[in-house]
Nanobody
Framework: QVQLVESGGGSVQAGGSLKLSCEAS????????MGWFRQAPGKEREAVAT????????TYIDSVKGRFSIAKDNAKNTLLLQMDSLKPEDTAMYYC????????????????WGQGTQVTVS
């Protein structure tokens, strides 16, 4: 089992930045692929960015490439998402997720989820 707790959400003006954190605890965190998903009101959940268990492979959806950066700090059991040049369409609840099997923004649904942190861009 892996427990995930997100933080760092908030309200920001368009063009601003936020940094999301996800603190992980539980079994064998370092062996997990991890990622960030988001869901806006009335829309389906979508994967935003993922990172492999060793941190070497990252994937992003096209709409955030060049603006968002995902990183994994295994020493601190923390997943990060640096979000720059934020746009109103980035407004959503952001969820941290993890799984023992690899997943990317195009494939795979992780088993472990956090409760989410709200990001609002105006």
């Amino acid at each position: 089992q892996v427990q995930l707790v997100e933080s760092g959400g908030g309200s920001v003006q368009a063009g601003g930045s936020l940094k999301l954190s996800c603190e992980a605890s539980g079994n064998r965190y370092n062996n997990k692929s991890m990622g960030w998903f988001r869901q806006a009101p009335g829309k389906e959940r979508e994967a935003v960015a993922t990172i492999s268990n060793d941190g070497r492979v990252t994937t992003y959806i096209d709409s955030v490439k060049g603006r968002f950066s995902i990183a994994k700090d295994n020493a601190k059991n923390t997943l990060l998402l640096q979000m720059d040049s934020l746009k109103p369409e980035d407004t959503a609840m952001y969820y941290c997720a993890a799984d023992g099997f690899p997943f990317t923004v195009d494939a795979g649904i992780p088993n472990y989820w956090g409760q989410g942190t709200q990001v609002t861009v105006s």
